[in-house]
Nanobody, 124 residues
Framework: QVQLVESGGGLVQAGDSLRLSCAAS????????MGWFRRAPGKEREFVAA????????YYADSVKGRFTVSRDNAKNTVYLQMNSLKPEDTAVYYC?????????????????WGRGTQVTVSS
């Protein structure tokens, strides 16, 4: 059974940075792409970033490109989301998810395992 546990969320001011972590259980972590999604109040869950199984490909939503960086450490079974220059519109619950593929995808339906999420609140 795959378990994903996010951490690192919190309350910050606009312009600040946060680093989210997602620790995964199981031996197959390094065989799959990983993604970050978020759900803002009153909105649908949306794609944020994704990284391929070996980290050589990353994809970002246009809204976070240039500010967020996704990375992974397969030795630690952990994926990260470095968030810089945070904006109030980044306020959301952030979820990590494991893809069913080795590649990184932006399609929410490609992800079969999800964490419970971590709250990020950015004040203006």
């Amino acid at each position: 059974q795959v378990q994903l546990v996010e951490s690192g969320g919190g309350l910050v001011q606009a312009g600040d940075s946060l680093r989210l972590s997602c620790a995964a259980s199981g031996r197959t972590f390094s065989s799959y792409g990983m993604g970050w999604f978020r759900r803002a109040p009153g909105k649908e869950r949306e794609f944020v970033a994704a990284i391929s199984w070996n980290g050589d490909r990353q994809y970002y939503a246009d809204s976070v490109k240039g500010r967020f960086t996704v990375s992974r450490d397969n030795a630690k079974n952990t994926v990260y989301l470095q968030m810089n220059s945070l904006k109030p519109e980044d306020t959301a619950v952030y979820y990590c998810a494991r893809s069913s593929h080795i590649v990184a995808t932006m399609n929410i339906y490609d992800y079969g395992y999800w964490g419970r999420g971590t709250q990020v609140t950015v004040s203006s």
